[in-house]
């Protein structure tokens, strides 16, 4: 089941959780008020794959059923490309508990100044490792 998103639809929000156990990702979305679906785990590496498709700016029909989900892709006009997986069973990790409802501290930072820091870490790992390979004997 952690290998999966977990899809939840209620009062008018639809809700994706992921989780490798140590992070936790949501995202949240306002959907029409007369759309359901009650906790549902589809496969991560189809979504990704959605994600990293020529459909990942365009809208995406979404069809749950008793044990798959289906995701239609591209425009009516030129025909629907249909992606159909079946859904994973098992519990997801009621992950409402992991989020904090009350925060000490709320820091607010550019986006660009964490992926500075990210990037100065990748570069200074690479070179830590290029020295290393450098002094290794034959």
């Not at 997986?85 to 508990?97: C, D, H, M, T, V």
Request: aromatic share 6%.
């Amino acid at each position: 089941v952690l290998t999966g998103i977990y899809i939840d639809i209620s009062d008018g929000v639809l809700s994706m959780v992921a989780t490798d156990s140590y992070r936790l990702a949501l995202a949240r979305d306002d959907v029409d008020k007369g759309i359901s679906a009650t906790g549902v785990v589809a496969p991560a590496k189809v979504l990704d794959g959605i994600a990293k498709s020529e459909y990942k700016e365009s809208d995406i029909e979404v069809n749950i059923e008793d044990n798959q989900i289906s995701f239609y892709l591209g425009e009516k006009s030129k025909g629907k490309d249909v992606i159909v997986a079946r859904l994973l069973s098992g519990k997801f990790p009621e992950y409402n508990q992991l989020i904090p409802q009350k925060l000490k501290h709320n820091i607010l930072i550019e986006k660009e100044k964490i992926l500075d820091v990210d990037s100065a870490h990748h570069h200074s790992e690479n070179s830590c490792r290029e020295r290393q390979a450098a002094q290794l004997p034959e």
